[in-house]
Structures are given as structure tokens and as C-alpha cells.
């Protein structure tokens, strides 16, 4: 669960960053924003998960002292966790896992996001140069309608795609990243397994990453379908 939680926070929040702002860039070609947003994703895609994640630990950890070094909750709550049952505890244990989560989400979020930035763009820019946009733009349809109700919907086809091909991609990500912060999910126990010689541990956790490999890609067969018209399964 902990490995779920850190993954599907990271994802959502780099889809939703990463597409919105590939449609920007797309509708802004050329500028200032466009240019700073393509090297920035640039530079966030191509490093290493640990290499962020060694950098997030300096920075937030050692000099500012904001967020903890690692583990998926607080040291303390072994002995005495929070009670949940209370309004206080509940605040206390959201604000507890919170803080244990939120660096290895901002590294995976920044390991993602560049990739769904750079597809939306190429994709959204295509389409842009298509007839029906210029009529939708002739009927004197909003900016706004144009780019997220017409454009994106025909652009998005290879981005659902992209997602679900990613799964092991982001998933390799994660468990790196898990081992990097101590972040007590998959990734931390295959390395406790592979240390251990746990061969049956290990088995099961792979086991898990590809049922969720082959879950991903069936659900973007669907979702393409419901999308493009034009896809229709037996």
C-alpha cells in the first residue's frame, strides 16, 4: 500500500502538471514560457531518481531542516502511534505520513512529468494545425475551449498510451527511490529480500509489478476505445 500511495500520488499530480502545461507550451510556442518549460522538463527527465533523490535529502533535510530523512512514517509512532479515532489524531497521523511522503513524491513527480510535458506538446501541436481547430477558432469558440475540450481530446490518444507503457518505467523509479529514502514499500523489501537471499519474497513482489503492468495497458485498451470512435473491440 505504501508503494501505491507514494506511485498514484506522484503519477496523478505529474499527468495533471505535465499535461497541462504541454498544452501551454503547445499554444505558446516559441515564447519565454515555452522554451523555460521545455528545458526545465528537459533537465528533470534526464536525471537519475537517486541522484534527486540524494539532492532533495541535502538540500531539505540537511540545510533547511523541513521535511524527515526517511522512513514512510515517524520513528516514534512504533511505541505510540496516533489515534485516529480522534479529529487530533487523525490530523496528526495525515500530517505524519504527509511529511515522510512528500520528497519521494517530488522526486518522482519530477522524473515524470517532463516526459507527459514534452509528448502533450508534440501531440497538441499537431493537432492545432488541424482544419477542425481553425473552424472550432472561426465559430468563435474560447481559447480555452478549443485547447482542453477539441485539441487535447484528439491529441490525448498517445498520452493514454504513454501512461500505461510507463507503469514498469515509473515503477523502477519507485523502487529506487523507495531504497534511496528507506521508504518502507516494494522497493525496500526487494532489497531487504535480495540481501537476505528471500528468493519467495522476491517472487511475489515481481509477481505484483507484473499483474500491474498487465492491469495498465488493459485499462488504456478501454480507455482508448471509449476515446477514438474508430476502436472497436470483437
Known amino acids: 500500500t505504501d508503494t501505491l500511495l507514494l506511485i498514484g500520488v506522484s503519477t496523478v499530480l505529474s499527468i495533471t502538471v505535465g499535461v497541462f502545461l504541454g498544452v501551454i507550451t503547445a499554444s505558446r510556442r516559441g515564447g519565454v514560457f515555452d ?58 497521523y495525515i500530517q505524519g505520513r504527509a511529511q515522510h511522503l512528500f ?13 507527459y510535458l514534452l509528448l502533450t506538446r508534440a501531440t497538441m501541436t499537431e493537432a492545432l494545425t488541424d482544419d477542425y481547430i481553425l473552424t472550432s477558432r472561426a465559430k468563435g469558440l474560447s481559447e480555452r475551449t478549443v485547447l482542453f475540450k477539441h485539441a487535447l481530446k484528439n491529441a490525448s490518444l ?29 522497493g525496500w523489501w526487494i532489497l531487504r529480500s535480495i540481501n537476505n537471499n528471500d528468493y519467495p519474497a522476491m517472487q511475489a513482489i515481481f509477481y505484483i509489478i507484473a499483474l500491474m503492468v498487465i492491469i495498465a495497458n488493459f485499462a488504456a485498451d478501454i480507455i482508448l476505445g471509449l476515446i477514438d470512435p474508430r476502436i472497436k473491440y470483437g
Do not use: C
Open 35 to 92: 522554451s523555460a518549460a521545455v528545458t526545465g522538463s528537459l533537465v528533470t527527465f534526464s536525471l537519475p531518481t537517486f541522484f534527486m533523490g540524494v539532492t532533495a535529502i541535502l538540500i531539505f533535510f540537511y540545510y533547511l531542516h523541513w521535511f524527515p530523512l526517511a522512513h514512510d512514517q515517524p520513528d516514534n509512532w512504533t511505541l505510540s502511534p496516533p489515534n485516529t479515532g480522534t479529529f487530533s489524531g487523525l490530523v496528526e
Open 158 to 186: 498517445p498520452i493514454v498510451t504513454s501512461i500505461a507503457l510507463g507503469v514498469g518505467f515509473i515503477l523502477a523509479g519507485a523502487l529506487i527511490t523507495e531504497s534511496v529514502f528507506a521508504y518502507e514499500g516494494m
Open 103 to 115: 520528497l519521494p513524491v517530488m522526486v518522482l513527480f519530477l522524473f515524470q512529468y517532463g516526459g
